[in-house]
C-alpha cells in the first residue's frame, strides 16, 4: 500500500498533525524552555557588552589604537642580533617544562595507585588523594607561579615547581583512570602463581598502564612547553619575562620576533612528542583521553 | 610491549633450540633498546636540569619558605570567635565578590563572542564544507596562530591598545577561544555525513542552506559540549589575565601578592578553588544530562 504524494491533501496533514502534535512541533513546554534559554541568553549578553564598554567611543578607539598601534607594529619582526639570547631562553624554556613534567611524573607516580580504586581497599583515602589532586589542578600554572616566585625567589626554579605541582595533580588523574581500566586477568596471573604485591604490580600491572603514562607524560610535556612560555610574566623563569618586558615597553617588532620562536619550538616539540607517541601506543589515529583533563 | 615478535612463526615451531636463540635475540634487541632509550632521557635530563639552573639546595633551602608562605595564608581562626574571625579574613569580600562576579562574566562574554565567531570560520575550516582549498588552507592557519598564542599573550596586546581593564582579557580570551572553538568545530564539521548535504544540494539549497538544515542538526550536540567545556577553561583563564592587567579576580590577587597582604591573597585563592570546583561540577552535571552521553559519544 503506497501512497503517493500527490494524493496527500491538507486535510489529511491537518488530521496527522492533530494525531501526532510532538512530530510537527515542540510542545509549548519546550518552545518556552527554548525562548527561555536563548532569551536569557542574549539579555545576558547585551548586559556583558554593556558592562565592559562594547557600546562605548572608548572601544573603537581601542580597536583602531590596536589596529594602529599594535598590528600595524608588529612586522617585520626585528631583533635578530639578539637571536642566539632569544635560543637560549627558549631553550631554557623547554627545559622548565621538561624539569617540571618529570618531576610532576616522579611525584604522581606512587600517588595515582593511591588514588585508583582497584590498587587501594580504603574508600577514604582513594578518594582523599582523587580530591588532593583535583585541588592541585585547580589552581592554573600562573597561580602556582606566583606563590612560588614569592616562596623561592625569581627564576625558572619557581617556574620548575609550579608545573610539577599543577602536573602531579593531572597525572594522578590521568594515571589512576589508566590504572583502574587495566586488564584483571594479568594480576590474577601474577597472584596464581605466587608473586607479592611488588611483583603483581611490576608484572599485572606495569605492562599494562606504562606505554599509556608515558604516552600522556609526553602529551603533558608538549603542553607545559606552552605554559613554561608564559610563566616568566610573572619572573618565574623562560621566554615569558622577555616577551612580557618587550610588549611593556613597546617593543613590538622584537615580540613578534620572540611570539614566533615560541610558535615554532611549540610546533616542533608537537611533532617530536606525537612521532613518539605514536611509536608507543601505535594506532595515531585515536583521540587523546587526555584532550579532556588539559586546557588547549 | 611487543611481545608477538617474539613468537618464532610457524616452520620453527617445535624447535625448542630455535625458539630459545630468537627469544634471546630479542631480548638483547630489548635491553639494547632500553639502555640507548635510558641514556638519551638522561642525557635530556642533565641538560635541562643545567638549563633551567635546577638547583636542589636552592629547592631545599626554598621549601620551608613555601611552607611558611603557605602557612600565612590563613590567619589564625578560633573556634570561639570564628564567625569575627572570618569577617576579619574576608574584610574585603564586597569588592572581591564583585571581581569574581566581573570574572565570570567576562569568561562568559568571551565564550559567547568566540563560539560565535569561532563556530562560523570552523565552516570554512572544515576541508569537506570549504569550497576553496586556499580558504581552508587560510583559515587553518589564522585559527592556529589564535589558538598557539597564549590568552595572556593576546591580553598584554589588548592591554596596549584598550588599557587596563577587563576590555582587555574578555578580548584575549575571545581571540584564544575562536582558535580553540574554530578547530574542535571544524573537525566535527568534517566528521558528519555528507548525504543531507547532498539532499540539500540536489534540491537547489544555496551555501547558507546546506549548513543550516543539513551541517546544523549534526554538529549541535557536540558544539554544546565544547562550549561547556570551553567556559569552564575562559573561567579559568579570566581568572589569571588579571595578573597583565586585564581584569577580573587575577587583578586583586596579583596587587595582594605584590603588596605582601598574605592573608587576602588566601581568602582570594579560596574564592577562586570553590568558583572553579564549583564550575567543574556544575558543567559536568550539565553536559551529562542536558545532552546527554550518546551525542557525545558518536
Given amino acids: ?296 | 610491549m611487543k611481545e608477538a615478535e617474539a613468537v618464532p612463526n610457524s616452520k620453527s615451531r617445535g624447535s625448542g633450540a630455535r625458539f630459545e636463540a630468537q627469544y634471546a635475540a630479542y631480548r638483547r634487541e630489548k635491553r639494547i633498546y632500553a639502555f640507548l632509550f635510558g641514556a638519551a632521557f638522561l642525557v635530556c635530563l642533565v641538560a635541562a636540569a643545567i638549563t633551567a639552573k635546577f638547583d636542589v639546595v636552592t629547592l631545599i633551602r626554598g621549601l620551608p619558605r613555601t611552607t611558611d608562605f603557605l602557612e600565612k595564608l590563613v590567619p589564625p581562626i578560633g573556634l570561639a570567635t570564628f564567625a569575627h574571625d572570618m569577617r576579619e579574613w574576608y574584610w574585603d569580600i564586597g569588592r572581591w565578590m564583585d571581581s569574581l562576579l566581573s570574572t565570570l562574566l567576562m569568561a562568559f562574554l568571551a565564550t559567547v563572542l568566540g563560539t560565535a565567531i569561532g563556530g562560523f570560520l570552523s565552516f570554512f575550516a572544515a576541508r569537506n564544507l570549504a569550497k576553496q582549498y586556499l580558504v581552508y588552507w587560510v583559515m587553518q592557519r589564522v585559527l592556529e596562530i589564535a589558538r598557539t598564542v597564549p590568552d595572556i599573550v593576546w591580553a598584554l596586546m589588548f592591554v596596549i591598545a584598550f588599557g587596563i581593564g577587563p576590555l582587555a582579557g574578555i578580548l584575549a580570551i575571545t581571540v584564544h577561544t575562536i582558535g580553540a572553538q574554530g578547530k574542535l568545530f571544524a573537525e566535527v564539521n568534517e566528521n558528519i555525513s555528507p548525504l543531507p548535504i547532498d539532499g540539500i544540494r540536489a534540491a537547489g539549497g544555496t551555501w547558507f542552506q546546506e549548513i543550516r538544515f543539513a551541517v546544523l542538526p549534526q554538529v549541535i550536540p557536540n558544539y554544546m559540549s565544547y562550549t561547556f567545556w570551553r567556559l569552564e577553561l575562559n573561567v579559568r583563564s579570566a581568572t589569571i589575565v588579571g595578573f597583565v592587567g586585564a581584569g577580573g579576580i587575577g587583578h586583586d590577587l596579583f596587587s595582594a601578592v605584590q603588596l605582601l597582604y598574605f592573608s587576602d591573597v588566601g581568602a582570594i585563592l579560596l574564592i577562586v578553588v570553590a568558583t572553579i570546583m564549583l564550575i567543574d561540577v556544575l558543567s559536568e552535571m550539565f553536559r551529562h544530562s542536558a545532552i546527554g552521553k550518546a551525542s557525545f559519544a558518536q
Fill in chain 1, 1 to 296: 500500500m503506497s501512497v503517493r504524494l500527490a494524493d496527500i491533501t491538507a486535510a489529511d496533514i491537518a488530521a496527522e498533525r492533530a494525531r501526532f502534535p510532538r512530530a510537527f512541533a515542540p510542545t509549548p513546554r519546550e518552545r518556552m524552555h527554548f525562548w527561555f534559554l536563548w532569551g536569557g541568553g542574549t539579555m545576558l549578553t547585551l548586559y556583558c557588552l554593556y558592562r565592559f564598554g562594547f557600546f562605548s567611543a572608548g572601544f573603537l578607539h581601542g580597536v583602531s589604537k590596536f589596529g594602529s598601534v599594535v598590528v600595524a607594529q608588529l612586522f617585520p619582526p626585528k631583533g635578530f642580533a639578539n637571536l642566539p639570547m632569544f635560543m637560549m631562553v627558549m631553550g631554557e624554556t623547554i627545559a622548565m617544562a621538561f624539569m617540571g613534567t618529570l618531576l610532576g611524573a616522579v611525584f604522581a607516580f606512587p600517588l595515582s595507585f593511591l588514588a585508583s580504586r582497584n590498587m587501594t581497599r580504603s574508600r577514604p583515602l582513594q578518594f582523599g588523594t582523587r580530591r588532593f589532586a583535583d585541588l592541585l589542578r585547580s589552581f592554573d600554572y600562573l597561580i602556582w607561579a606566583l606563590i612560588f616566585v614569592r616562596a623561592i625567589g625569581l627564576g625558572p626554579l619557581a617556574g620548575i615547581m609550579a608545573i610539577a605541582i599543577v602536573e602531579t595533580g593531572t597525572f594522578v588523574k590521568l594515571y589512576s583512570e589508566a590504572i583502574e581500566n587495566l586488564d584483571r586477568k594479568q594480576v590474577d596471573g601474577v597472584i596464581a602463581a605466587g608473586g607479592d604485591g611488588l611483583q603483581r604490580i611490576r608484572f599485572g600491572v606495569l605492562p599494562q598502564v606504562l606505554p599509556m603514562m608515558l604516552s600522556n607524560t609526553l602529551y603533558m610535556f608538549e603542553h607545559n612547553v606552552r605554559s613554561a612560555s608564559i610563566l616568566g610574566i610573572v619572573g618565574a623563569g623562560g621566554i615569558g619575562f622577555l616577551l612580557a618586558d618587550r610588549l611593556r615597553a613597546y617593543e613590538l617588532q622584537e615580540a613578534c620576533l620572540i611570539i614566533l620562536l615560541i610558535i615554532l619550538a611549540v610546533y616542533a616539540i608537537d611533532y617530536l612528542s606525537k612521532t613518539l607517541r605514536e611509536r608507543l601506543i601505535g594506532d595515531h589515529r585515536r583521540r587523546e583521553p587526555v584532550d579532556d583533563a588539559v586546557q588547549t
